[in-house]
């Protein structure tokens, strides 16, 4: 059985203005989230800003999600590194904390080989029970994971389950499922490509737009899954000019701005993450108020 179907919000880290991670505001967008439909949390991802904070903090925040969550929707929690002994010890941590699921990204600057990249995964898995999902997100890691390597992890390692897929190339994808035969649950890290990626036998979506729309984001998985095909693709073309400009800085800058538009109050990055371009910024306004958010 999946960790999750459907929408899970790639959720953001909120800080205070002296930049300390800000608890009590992700509470208050934890239970939003629960709210408004989400099917998953996924905490300290690179939307959470994983790559700036301390292991402490890394660890405090998966702690914090898992006791405010109180298991009413799954948590998955981001715990890859490009070392495979901290991948390894964040792992056993998340788990501890009450993690459903780690995410565990490919190393990134090591650029390790296809064998590398099985003897990190199977590592990780092997040290803790609870599943794990690949995340394969090579424009930022350097490195593509094959899909023969997925398919071998997936069958070989009882508790790899699958992949959040960003590579963005559907041939990619296509050839994944086609050497999956059932046997890994795929999920989209791109926005843009979910009812594609649904098509092709995904679970879900792994979303940044969930932040600033989750009720939208359930509603697009939950009409392609009740037969629906024609309303899911209204929505994800719907949403396309938004999730346009969520992007058009790196992830997580836009979501950030237009979630401190709304009146969360998420606070700023950590850096070298900096503060929106404010003619991006009055884009991204434009396309929240088109879009009925603002």
Do not use: W
């Not at 350097?142 to 992890?153: C, E, S």
């Amino acid at each position: 059985m999946a960790v999750f179907e459907g929408a899970g919000v790639a959720l953001v880290t909120p800080m205070k203005a002296n930049g300390e991670v800000n608890y009590d505001k992700l509470e208050e967008i934890l239970e939003e989230q629960i709210a408004k439909g989400t099917d998953a949390i996924v905490a300290c991802g690179t939307t959470g800003e994983a790559s700036t904070l301390t292991h402490e903090e890394h660890l405090d925040v998966i702690r914090y999600t898992c006791q405010v969550v109180k298991k009413r929707i799954p948590v998955v929690a981001g715990t890859g590194s490009n070392c495979t002994q901290t991948a390894i010890y964040l792992s056993r941590e998340a788990e501890k904390a009450g993690a459903d699921g780690v995410l565990v990204v490919s190393p990134y600057y090591n650029k390790a080989t296809q064998n590398g990249l099985t003897a990190h995964f199977k590592a990780v898995a092997d040290s803790i029970r609870i599943p794990v999902i690949l995340y394969n997100i090579p424009g930022r890691t350097g490195v593509n994971i094959q899909p023969k390597t997925i398919v071998t992890l997936c069958r070989t390692v009882e508790n790899i389950v699958g992949v959040k897929e960003a590579s963005g190339d559907f041939s990619h994808i296509a050839s994944l499922m086609s050497m999956a035969e059932g046997c890994v649950d795929l999920y989209s890290g791109n926005d843009d490509q979910i009812v594609p990626v649904l098509s092709m036998g995904g679970k879900g979506v792994i979303s940044v737009l969930s932040n600033v729309a989750p009720a939208q984001t359930h509603e697009i998985c939950a009409s392609y899954f009740a037969g629906n095909v024609k309303k899911s693709m209204e929505l994800q073309l719907e949403a396309i000019p938004l999730i346009t400009e969520l992007f058009r800085e790196v992830n997580p800058i836009p979501v950030k701005a237009a979630m401190n538009l709304m009146g969360k109050e998420v606070g700023g990055l950590r850096p070298p993450l900096s503060i929106m371009e404010p003619q991006n910024q009055a884009l991204l306004e434009k396309a929240m108020k088109d879009y009925g958010i603002l």
